[in-house]
């Protein structure tokens, strides 16, 4: 299942957010004819795994069946999609998309978009979000947890009780270079065990362990103290409370509101591959020390370069099936314990050169959906009038269509620690310099909403009355003046004395150089600041260049995008100032306030909604007036499927399936497909 942890991480480093998005729509159903369902009467029965009964409380002594458990079993996974597809249903057919800007490095801790969304495919959590729903916690690779009370005021236990059966796949000789041998140890299935959930937590835990989404979830994951082993398939989370004091003086101790959201989103890092070397030796025989691994730098070293950072090692709905110069695939996974999960043969991603490859495959039948860019959609009406597509539309081959607001926003943001950019007015004259209705209606064919701040613009947490900073080119230069930025000698670029020298406003913005929209905003961008005497000097870099700047914060400007975490929104990633100086830390741009930090520490364990909201939008109001970023806008998705694919809708907009479903997009790769 997806990873809960995308509550929080679901990051998106390049700013082709919305065209590499592998999550396509199509709405409807597939009913099988009569004729269908006689032919398949003597296939396999489909239907979901239940539990198991060794895996009930009574022959799983941990388990308090007294205490109620966090997770509930996922309806839609579980009841409804089942019965929507009848007891003959048969998973068939391969899924195929396309992506450009890929990363060969599949690193369990990798931030790359992609990457995460394969770790998806593979791999699992304790628990996940109710399908269409956010805040509610389903059962995924744990069938119970427990808040448990402990002899610690300050201490609250979760008892975690695994799923039995859940198995790590073997690896495969030909997934690796001549230069790797794996030993046997390797190619045999091994059990995901309560031992593999501590390791992953203990690999987080570990400061030299400096991979970027590493040093994300130690920020999270900062009030879990320990995770002990009961046995195999149990093991405690001990997670820290933080003290207060009421009224008159007394201590009491709240737990994070996103405790339970947090926990829930562990996951197995499989210790039969990353305590390992190829050989099949153990890295360091000796680490019975409690949390070797969260305290050995020699360990973090191996495991950063471990010979398994190019293949996924896998236990979830999907089991990796190869990568190379073209394309990943992913093969089925029958021995998945929700059967309904995956109902394709195998998922296909083929990497291109350009988004333009991705729409010409599509039009050729090769991959089956894909993200428009905006300049897609005239190109989008002039193929639906084409002799090739009425063809096709007679064989039944017709080409659907969906918009929706995507859970992102593209932004520009300014190095604070840098001279230029570390006043507040400066940053304010910048957001005034540039006309962000232009470049949404120029650049994006209207495919975008202007914003004002960091939360998604349907968000209670956004606040509607905060107005994004207008165009004002005069008011900037004015602001900026009184800055003291002025061109005193007639050279068209603004100048100021800066520890006795004359520095001229020119600055370096880096952009992700394979998105020919970000090109052309990042172009429109230099034009308007030159407009109001600043030098800007775009500057195209691939995935790895970008991406390392961003880790050690050596920049001027970048041209990026995040995708908006999922409910409860949480901006102590991006913006608290224990941040600002890490490096790999999200806070790529070394912003650091104390009142910022105050919202967010309030944030942390404030439960009541109206008082979250009214923090939320204090928030937003402090983070527009101080302008770390430049905010552009939410990008519009339109996307086009061929209609072989099937049942892959929007859930807010599915309530007979999905009662009181809130998400506000789809998920591709729970569909299905017919032949083509």
């Known amino acids: 299942m997806a990873a ?186 091994h059990p995901v065990t309560a031992h593999d959930f501590q390791l992953y937590f203990q690999a987080i835990k570990n400061p030299h362990v400096d991979v970027a989404s590493a040093v994300t979830l130690r920020l999270f994951f900062k009030d879990m103290e320990s995770i002990d082993v009961i046995d195999d398939l149990t093991f405690v989370v001990n997670y820290k409370k933080t003290a207060f004091q009421d009224v008159h003086g007394k201590t009491f101790y709240k737990l994070h509101y996103a405790a339970k959201q947090y926990v829930t989103s562990l996951a197995p890092l499989a210790a039969f591959v990353y305590k390992h070397t190829a050989d099949g030796k153990k890295i360091f025989e000796d680490d019975t020390e409690k949390d070797f691994y969260a305290k050995s730098s020699l360990w973090a070293q191996q495991f950063v370069q471990h010979f398994a950072k190019r293949i996924i090692v896998s236990c979830g709905a999907w089991i990796f099936d190869g990568a190379n110069d073209r394309q990943i695939r992913f093969r089925r996974n029958p021995d998945y314990f929700l059967s309904s999960f995956a109902l394709y043969d195998a998922i296909e991603t083929y990497f291109v050169e350009s988004p333009d490859a991705i729409w010409r495959d599509f039009m050729a039948q090769k991959i089956d959906s894909c993200s428009l860019f905006p300049q897609n959609l005239v190109e989008l009406e002039k193929f639906l009038q084409s002799p090739f597509y009425n063809k096709e539309k007679a064989k039944g081959h017709a080409v659907e269509r969906l918009d929706y607001l995507a859970r992102a926003f593209s932004y520009i943001g300014w190095n604070v620690k840098r001279p230029l950019f570390s006043s507040k007015k400066v940053r304010q004259a910048l957001a005034m310099a540039v006309d962000r209705r232009r470049l949404i209606q120029q650049n994006l064919n209207g495919q975008g909403i202007e914003i004002s701040g960091p939360f998604f613009y349907l968000s209670s947490a956004y606040d509607q009355t905060v107005q994004p900073w207008p ?94 975490s999922a409910p409860p929104e949480n901006p102590e990633q991006v913006w608290h100032s224990r941040g600002a100086n890490e490096k790999g830390s999200s806070n790529t741009i070394g912003f650091e306030n104390k009142e910022a930090d105050r919202l967010i520490e309030l944030l942390l364990y404030e439960d009541n909604p109206e008082e979250r909201q009214k923090l939320y939008h204090q928030f937003h109001a402090l983070i527009h007036d101080e302008a770390p970023y430049l905010f552009l806008y939410n990008p519009k998705t339109t996307l086009v499927y061929w209609n072989w694919l099937h049942n892959i809708f929007i859930p807010k907009e599915r309530q007979d399936l999905i009662p009181g479903a809130t998400v506000e997009e789809p998920s591709l790769i729970h569909g299905w497909k017919k032949n083509n």
């Open 471 to 564: 165009y004002d080119p005069d008011e900037a230069k004015r602001l900026l003046a009184e800055e003291g930025w002025i061109d005193a000698t007639g050279s068209g670029v603004l100048e100021k004395i800066i520890d006795g020298e004359r520095v001229p406003f020119r600055f370096t913005l880096t952009y992700y150089v394979k998105n020919p929209n970000t090109r052309a905003n990042v172009e429109l961008v230099a034009s308007q600041l030159r407009h109001i005497g600043i030098d800007c000097l775009p500057n195209g870099v691939d995935v790895a260049d970008i991406s390392a700047a961003m880790d050690d914060k050596n920049f001027d400007a970048y041209y990026l995008a995040w995708g908006f």
């Open 4 to 189: 809960v942890f995308t509550f929080f991480l679901f990051m998106i480093y390049w700013s082709c957010l919305v065209q590499e998005e592998r999550l396509q729509i199509i709405e409807g159903a597939v009913i099988e004819t009569k004729e269908e369902l006689s032919s398949l009467k003597q296939k396999p029965h489909f239907s979901s795994v239940p539990e198991k009964k060794s895996e009930t409380a009574s022959l799983r002594p941990h388990i308090d069946s007294n205490l109620p458990n966090l997770l509930i079993n996922d309806p839609y996974f579980t009841k409804t999609l089942p019965e929507l597809l009848g007891d003959y249903f048969i998973p068939s057919g391969i899924l195929k998309m396309a992506t450009y800007g890929h990363d060969k490095d599949f690193h369990p801790f990798s931030l790359f978009a992609n990457v995460m969304e394969w770790l998806g495919y593979c791999q699992g959590t304790l628990g996940t979000t109710q399908f269409g729903k956010y805040e509610t916690l389903v059962k995924d690779l744990a069938i119970k947890i427990e808040e448990r009370v402990t002899d610690r005021e300050d201490l609250a236990a979760f008892w975690v009780h695994l799923r039995e059966g859940v198995i790590w796949q073997p690896l495969e000789q030909s997934h690796f270079s001549d230069e790797i041998t794996l030993s046997p140890h390797f190619l045999q299935k």
